[in-house]
């Protein structure tokens, strides 16, 4: 789950917990699964390092394979 930029830390604790608290519920999960979701449970830090990983690693991708945004 995102939040847009700027979002107050307080607001998106709260959404962390609750996000949390709802794939916590085997039935939550199950469904979400269902709809193809891989569900993990993280901190907003955890999200923000795997995201930056994941940019960069997509980026060198895309440098290497010489594909160009026309």
């Excluded at 449970?41 to 997509?58: C, F, H, I, N, V």
């Amino acid at each position: 789950m995102l939040a847009p930029a700027g979002t107050p830390k307080e607001i998106v604790g709260r959404l962390n917990a609750e996000v949390v608290k709802a794939i916590g519920d085997a039935e939550v999960r199950r469904k979400l699964e269902e709809l193809g979701f891989a569900v993990r449970g993280s901190s907003p830090e955890e999200l923000g390092a795997m995201t930056r990983d994941q940019l960069a690693k997509y980026a060198r991708v895309i440098k290497q394979m010489g594909i160009a945004n026309e």
